[in-house]
């Protein structure tokens, strides 16, 4: 007897050691946050987005030759592709990708010429027709 009350006050004394140990139970589920939204899609092609590049590319050359030039009408180059992002620039990645035509136009004759010269002139000739060209072909294709 005297073996079970030592087991006894052995055994209270492990309780309040015991219940610290013990895990707990665990806290009732509540539901998680919603799932994530899944990613926007990626920018579709539009089927004129080639030549509204190409478009881009022109008024970026044409906006650095016709300032070099001295042209009247170079500030309207900048102006019209402020406008062609505006309208097209319809996401990030595709105000990106005309920006970066613009920018290739640009700087491809920004290296290439320091002065009006008769090729410059001649190259920004070729452009405006080329542009023209593609302006109606785009407008006439796709409205606009």
Same mark, same amino acid.
């Not at 996401?91 to 290296?111: E, I, T």
């Given at each position: 007897?005297?073996r079970a009350?030592?087991l006894?006050?052995?055994l209270?004394a ?6 610290q140990?013990?895990?707990?139970p665990a806290?009732?589920?509540t ?11 990626a ?6 987005d ?19 030039c001295?042209?009247p ?5 900048p ?6 992002l505006?309208?097209?620039?319809t996401s990030?990645g ?10 290739? *136009?640009?700087?491809?004759?920004? =290296? ?23 302006? =109606? ?5 796709? *409205? *606009?």
């Amino acid at each position: 007897m005297k073996r079970a009350v030592i087991l006894a006050a052995c055994l209270a004394a492990a309780m309040p050691a015991l219940a610290q140990t013990r895990p707990k139970p665990a806290a009732p589920k509540t539901p998680e946050k919603e799932a994530p939204a899944p990613p926007p899609p990626a920018d579709a092609p539009a089927p004129y987005d080639r030549d509204l590049l190409r478009l881009s590319e022109i008024i970026g050359a044409l906006s650095f030759l016709r300032e070099l030039c001295g042209n009247p009408d170079a500030p309207e180059w900048p102006a019209r592709m402020k406008s062609l992002l505006d309208a097209e620039g319809t996401s990030p990645g595709r105000r990106d990708r005309l920006a970066g035509a613009y920018n290739r *136009g640009y700087g491809g004759y920004a =290296v290439t010429y320091r002065v009006c010269t008769p090729s410059a002139v001649e190259a920004a000739t070729r452009f405006i027709a080329e542009g023209e060209r593609l302006s =109606v072909a785009l407008a006439g294709r796709f *409205g *606009g």
